[in-house]
Structures are given as structure tokens and as C-alpha cells.
């Protein structure tokens, strides 16, 4: 949680610096984060793992994409918001997937999750 709100500080940060508005899939980010954790509380632990382990992994490619394209941009403050926030990223996938998140039963509920993911961040970039 304590990651996740330096996270939230860091980028309104950037967004309040450039006068820019949040993005067209915030509300429903807000939406199906809670959606998703209430699913997945019913599942327990291993249903919580599984569902960090799929959102984390999306966000991981998208943030080293968001460094890709932010490279060719030449914008060092985006550029390391991104990568300030990438290692902590990486670290709660790997607890999600490590600590029974891909466990084979859940596979399922990971594509689900992911494509979910995937596609509020798809919204939000148009
Ligand atoms: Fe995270």
C-alpha cells in the first residue's frame, strides 16, 4: 500500500507539473481495482496472489514500453517517474506469482485478470 500511494504521489506529481488530467481510464482503474481485489478476497490468499501476479505483470510490460517510448522522447522527468517506480513493480509480481499466484488452478482468473488489465490501460492510452 505504502508503494502504491509513492507511486500515485509520484505520477499526480508529473501530471500537476505539466498542467495535465488524468487519464481517460482512471475511474474505471479505481473500479476494477476494487472489483478485483472483492473477487479475489473469496479465493483467499492464493486467489489475492494470483491476481497481484497478473496485474503486476501487465504493469511491468507497460511500464518498460512507457520507458521504451519515453526513452525516444527525451523526457528524463517522465523517464524517471517510470523507472522510480518500475523496481517496486517488479518485486510485487514476483511476491504475487511466488507466493502461489501461478498456481495452475488460477489460470483462469490470471487471463481474465490480465486481459482486464490490459485493456484499462489500452482505454486510457487512446
Ligand atoms: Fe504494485
Known amino acids: 500500500m505504502a508503494d502504491e500511494k509513492r507511486h500515485l504521489n509520484t505520477f499526480w506529481n508529473e501530471i500537476r507539473r505539466r498542467n495535465g488530467v488524468k487519464c481517460k481510464s482512471y475511474w474505471l482503474c479505481g473500479l476494477g481495482g476494487w ?4 473477487i479475489s478476497a473469496f479465493f483467499g490468499k492464493p486467489g489475492i496472489m494470483a491476481c497481484t501476479c497478473a496485474v503486476e505483470s501487465v504493469v511491468v510490460t507497460h511500464l518498460n514500453e ?3 517510448y519515453l ?3 527525451q523526457d528524463c522527468e517522465a523517464y524517471e517517474a517510470v523507472k522510480s517506480i518500475l523496481d517496486d513493480e517488479k518485486n510485487h509480481r ?3 506469482c511466488g507466493e502461489g499466484g501461478m498456481n495452475r488452478l488460477y489460470a483462469p482468473f490470471r487471463f481474465m485478470i ?3 488489465t490490459e485493456g484499462v ?4 492510452m487512446r
Open 114 to 116: 490480465s486481459a482486464f
Open 94 to 96: 514476483d511476491i504475487g
Open 35 to 38: 472489483v478485483m481485489g472483492f
Open 71 to 73: 526513452e525516444h522522447k
Open 66 to 68: 512507457q520507458l521504451f
Open 121 to 124: 490501460i489500452r482505454i486510457g
